[in-house]
């Protein structure tokens, strides 16, 4: 009753069929390589760095790095207003349990 049952092997259906043999190819010494495919030419220009977009790129990214740091910044801030926050009701809280407990 507690002996799990396992499944029965299915027989293979149809004739198996041998495996192809596979002839090696002969290499003859001496004959000629392929000689290697030229390299594509590019249909697009090369981008030219010149000092000016060099200078683009860094204003760029020094404006993201910027922008980014001021959202993380504001995003602390906006925790740390929140926890002071619950900490004052905490503590607000506390007083007024405190005072019903005396009956005041």
Do not use: C, Y
Request: net charge positive; no cysteine.
């Amino acid at each position: 009753m507690f002996r799990p049952k396992l499944p029965t092997m299915p027989q293979p259906t149809g004739t198996a069929t041998p495996p192809a043999v596979i002839e090696p190819t002969i290499i003859t010494p001496g004959s000629p390589a392929m000689p290697p495919a030229p390299a594509p030419v590019p249909s697009r220009p090369t981008v030219q760095l010149t000092l000016g977009t060099a200078l683009a790129l860094v204003g760029g990214g020094t404006a993201v790095v910027l922008v980014v740091g001021a959202v993380l910044v504001s995003m602390l801030l906006a925790v740390a207003v929140t926890g002071v926050s619950v900490a004052l009701v905490a503590v607000v809280l506390r007083l007024l349990v405190n005072d019903l407990r005396k009956g005041r």
